[in-house]
C-alpha cells in the first residue's frame, strides 16, 4: 500500500474513532433537590433515573432505559429552592426542584430578592403540591403562629423556600427572630431535635408523607398543626401561591385526623440557556410510559406527577416555560 494510501486510510480510521467517542460522550445533567429526610431528593431521583440514557445502554424498544440518548442525570441534595433557583441561573446546575412562591419572587426579583431578579429561570413542568407540616411533640397544640411567640422553632434550612414563606407567616401574627428562638435545621435534623425535647415545633413544607416524619411519627410519635379557614385564608393573602389543602387522617402513624394547611406547588426549574433540543427531549422523557411507571412505583408522591397538570398554575406564575418543553406540549396539543 502506498504511503498516500496509508495516509487516507489512518485519516478515515482517526475521523471514525472520533465519531465514535462523540457519540458516546455522555451529557451529563445535574438536578438540585432538597434534604436526603424531604420529598425533593426522591422525587429528583425517579425523576433523574426516567429521563436518563446513558451511552451504550439498551434500548428503550429492547428493555433499556427510555431517557433521552446519551443522557446522565444526577439528582444532588442541596438546600432546596432558593439554591436551586440560584444555582440555575448562575449556570451551577442544570436544573432543580423549587416551589412556584419563591420561583416566581427570584424571576421577578421581588420581596426577599428585591432589585436581584433571575431572568434565566424557566420551567418545564409543574411537578406536585407541596404541604406545609407545622409538626408539634406528641399531645402539643397551638392556636394560631402567635403561639409560637417565644418557643424554639425550626424554621427549615437557609436558601430553602420554606424559610423564606413561614418567615412571611409567622410577621403576620406578629413572631420574628427577634421574639422567638428560631433553628435553621433541615428535616431530618427538625425531627432529632424535636424527638429529643429541643424544639417545641418545626416547619418544613414537602409532600407527604415525608421520610423523617414518617420515622418520628413511629417512634417518639408527633402531632400536626391544622389550620383555621380564617388562617389559611390569611396566609393565602399574604402567600398568594400557597393555597389550602390538606395532609389526610392516617399519613402519618398516630395523626388520625385530617389536617388542613397551606400547600405550595413544587416545579422542574431549568435555564433559559439549556439547549432546545435537549430540553424538548427531557420534557418528552419525562411523561413517557417508562417515567410513569417509576413515579407510580417510587415515592408516594410521584403519583400526583402527572402530564395532565404539568401547565397546572404556570401561566398565572408569571415564569416562562422553557422553548424546548413548551415545544412538547404544543407538540401534544396542551398549547395552542
Known amino acids: 500500500m502506498s504511503f498516500t494510501k496509508k495516509m487516507a486510510v489512518a485519516a478515515i480510521a482517526t475521523l471514525l474513532s472520533a465519531s465514535l467517542a462523540a457519540a458516546q460522550s455522555p451529557t451529563f445533567f445535574r438536578i438540585g433537590t432538597g434534604g436526603a429526610g424531604g420529598t425533593y431528593f426522591p422525587i429528583g431521583g425517579t425523576i433523574a433515573n426516567g429521563i436518563s440514557a446513558p451511552p451504550g445502554a439498551r434500548p428503550c424498544d429492547k428493555g433499556g432505559q427510555c431517557g433521552v440518548p446519551g443522557l446522565i442525570a444526577i439528582a444532588q441534595s442541596t438546600t432546596a429552592s432558593v439554591f436551586n433557583n440560584a444555582a440555575v441561573q448562575n449556570g451551577e446546575l442544570e436544573a432543580g426542584l423549587a416551589a412556584a412562591d419563591v420561583t416566581r419572587s427570584m424571576y421577578l426579583g421581588e420581596g426577599k430578592f428585591k432589585g436581584k431578579p433571575h431572568p434565566n429561570l424557566r420551567i418545564i413542568a409543574n411537578l406536585f403540591p407541596e404541604d406545609l407540616h407545622l409538626v408539634l411533640p406528641k399531645g402539643g397544640s397551638i392556636n394560631d403562629l402567635g403561639d409560637l411567640e417565644g418557643k424554639r422553632v425550626g424554621i427549615a434550612q437557609a436558601g430553602s423556600g420554606t424559610q423564606v414563606a413561614v418567615l412571611q407567616m409567622l410577621e403576620a401574627w406578629g413572631v420574628n427572630r427577634d421574639n422567638m428562638d428560631e433553628a435553621e435545621l433541615n428535616n431530618s435534623q427538625s425531627a432529632e431535635r424535636l424527638a429529643d425535647g429541643q424544639l417545641d415545633g418545626y416547619f418544613y ?72 433540543e435537549l430540553i424538548y427531549g427531557i420534557t418528552k422523557a419525562l411523561w413517557n410510559s417508562n417515567t410513569r411507571k417509576l413515579l407510580d412505583n417510587g415515592h408516594a408522591k410521584g403519583k400526583q406527577i402527572t402530564v395532565e397538570s404539568s401547565l397546572d398554575g404556570v401561566e398565572a406564575l408569571g415564569v416562562p416555560l422553557h422553548a424546548g418543553a413548551e415545544r412538547f406540549y404544543r407538540e401534544i396539543g396542551m398549547i395552542d
Do not use: C, R
Open 205 to 276: 413544607a414537602a409532600g407527604w408523607p415525608v421520610a423523617a416524619m414518617v420515622q418520628l411519627a413511629s417512634t417518639k410519635g408527633m402531632d400536626l398543626h391544622s389550620f383555621t379557614e380564617a388562617d389559611l385564608a390569611k396566609i393565602n393573602e399574604i402567600i398568594p401561591a400557597y393555597i389550602p389543602s390538606k395532609i389526610p387522617a392516617g399519613v402519618y402513624e398516630g395523626v388520625d385526623y385530617d389536617v388542613n394547611t397551606p400547600a405550595v406547588s413544587a416545579m422542574l426549574v431549568v435555564s433559559a440557556e439549556q439547549d432546545e
